[in-house]
């Protein structure tokens, strides 16, 4: 079956870097649309990143533009979102997620097939 796992979470100061990655098993690696999610304590579920099956389209959260790039090796089955510029907001816990049936997935959770476990990350100020 499809696995996908997160690593690379920890615990940060505001302005420190962090880089996520999520290595992805159990399907054709290259026709995924992948994106990365996180959710604070007691909120919602909210869009962070996305990138396509080519990486020619990437999508980022208004929050977390200018600081946060995500990226793909279709070679490593991994997909990596790296977080500059951390702040203090950006504590959650970070999720990748992937969709088989669309060449991108977007922003709406509801769009993708398969999650991972979950990596958090924890900004102090």
């Known amino acids: 079956q499809v696995q996908l796992v997160e690593s690379g979470g920890g615990s940060v100061q505001a302005g420190a870097s962090l880089t996520l990655s999520c290595v992805v098993s159990?399907?054709?690696?290259?026709?995924?649309?992948m994106g990365w999610f996180r959710q604070a304590p007691g909120k919602e579920r909210e869009f962070a990143a996305a990138i396509s099956r080519s990486a020619s389209t990437r999508e980022y959260a208004d929050s977390v533009k200018g600081r946060f790039i995500i990226s793909r090796d279709n070679n490593k089955n991994t997909v990596v979102l790296q977080m500059n510029n951390l702040k203090p907001e950006d504590a959650a816990d970070y999720y990748c997620?992937?969709?088989?049936?669309?060449?991108?997935?977007?922003?709406?959770?509801?769009?993708?097939?398969?999650w991972g476990q979950g990596t958090q990350v924890t900004v102090s100020s």
């Open positions: 159990g399907y054709t690696f290259s026709v995924l649309a």
């Open positions: 997620a992937a969709t088989r049936d669309r060449y991108y997935g977007g922003t709406n959770p509801m769009f993708y097939d398969y």
